[in-house]
């Protein structure tokens, strides 16, 4: 605009500074021009300000689909729209695959040799990459083909997940029969989801802790057979170690679902972030992903709630401010998740640990004599935050 620009004149001389002072990384164009600018001159451009949409089109990126000969097949200047105009055509080549000798259904064990982590399918004029993923199908796997490497991976972790399942039958039907048994009644008056909801979820945290020590896809039947074979004796061990840290705290959350039940309306807001974030520590989710050092905190969060509680008709507008504090890094932590777009194991590890951060939060908030287990602030969650932007950033430009 030009209220901004005739500041910045002349203009040929701020683009030079500009280039010589911008260092090649792997960030928007425009951040590192706003950035800079503001150090020069001591301007803030905001993002509108730029206008890129009034760019004329010869400045733009402009990307081309060329077959194996180099001749043209089509170009766009976004690379959305090319995707999506070939979408149809590569679903068309995925579906035609399944004829092949690479997918396949109904497997209740690791009976193929290796599991690629690419192939190639020569169709027509085109040969396309594709990438095949374990899929959970509840009482077996399927080997089937995925447009984008980030989704056959967590697939593939959730996949192989239930192979591990089907392999540790006899420990999975002992849980299944033992776990929690005779709390139904409990479980219920805690406000939790049923017991075979949370038995199951367990399980599969019990198994990923003892079969899979880290998160990565394994590709073959002896690496598989090794990674079963050595944590199949430790799951029972921690699935027990994980039902004693979860029983004592049904009576605590019995007494916390009474207590909700009694709040009057100007505790509203408090009430419904209580039962948010009892639903989402106990929720399938969070249950499966756990291991037992973080299920050991779960106590100390549930006494925080308590006397969050005991205090909370004296500052019900302190603790909405609190609750106001938790949402500026709740809020975009959640709207990342609701959008279910395949992410780099590293980044969910990353927003993970970020989530268990914000529970130390609301210690820190509404129980302070609690103490966390690591120094927590909002200076500190802003940073980490904005350093997850960044990764999801990169993600989004690749």
């Known amino acids: 605009p030009k209220q901004l620009r005739r500041q910045l004149v002349p203009v040929p001389d701020y683009a030079d500074t500009i280039l010589r002072r911008a260092q090649p990384q792997d960030r928007p164009l425009l951040d590192v021009m706003t950035e800079t600018l503001k150090t020069i001159s001591g301007i803030t451009v905001i993002e509108q300000d730029w206008q890129p949409d009034k760019l004329d089109n010869w400045y733009r990126m402009n990307f081309v689909l060329v077959d194996d000969q180099g001749e043209t097949l089509a170009m766009a200047r976004s690379l959305e729209v090319l995707q999506h105009q ?10 035609a695959a399944a004829e092949d000798d690479i997918s396949r259904s109904g497997i209740t064990g690791w009976d193929f040799d290796n599991l690629p982590e690419q192939v190639s399918l020569k169709r027509g004029r085109l040969t396309i990459n594709a990438w095949p993923a374990l899929v959970d199908c509840g009482d077996s796997v399927a080997i089937e083909l995925q447009d984008n490497p980030l989704l056959a991976e967590n ?34 008056a805690a406000g939790l989801a049923e017991r075979g909801v949370l038995v199951a ?29 050595q944590g199949a004796k430790q799951v029972v061990p921690i699935a027990t170690e994980m039902e004693q840290g979860l ?18 309306l100007a505790a509203i807001y408090a009430r419904d972030d209580i039962l948010q974030q009892i639903e989402q520590l106990f929720s399938r989710q969070t249950l499966s992903q756990i291991d037992t050092d973080h299920l050991r905190q779960y106590a100390r969060y549930i006494r925080a709630i308590g006397l969050r509680l005991e205090k909370l008709h004296q500052q019900v507008a302190k603790d909405r401010q609190a609750i106001a504090k938790l949402e500026k890094f709740s809020r975009p932590l959640a709207e990342v998740l609701a959008t279910n777009k395949p992410l780099p194991m590293e980044i969910m590890k990353e927003m993970t640990d970020f989530r268990w951060l914000l529970e130390e939060y609301r210690v820190s908030l509404f129980a302070q004599q609690l103490k966390t287990r690591e120094p927590v602030s909002e200076q500190r969650l802003d940073k980490r935050w904005k350093q997850i932007e960044e990764q999801l950033r990169r993600v989004d430009n690749y």
């Open 86 to 95: 070939y979408r149809d055509q590569f679903s068309a080549t995925l579906a």
């Open 155 to 188: 697939l593939s972790l959730q996949g192989q997940l239930r192979l591990a399942s089907l392999a540790c039958k006899e420990q999975v039907k002992y849980l299944q029969k033992h776990m929690l048994r005779g709390r139904e009644l409990a479980v219920r």
């Open 201 to 229: 979820a367990l399980i599969d945290a019990a198994l990923r802790q003892a079969v899979f020590t880290e998160p990565v896809v394994l590709r073959s039947r002896v690496e598989f057979e090794q990674a079963v074979a």
């Open 247 to 264: 029983t004592p705290l049904l009576e605590p959350l019995q007494q916390i679902s009474k207590t909700l039940r009694k709040l009057g």
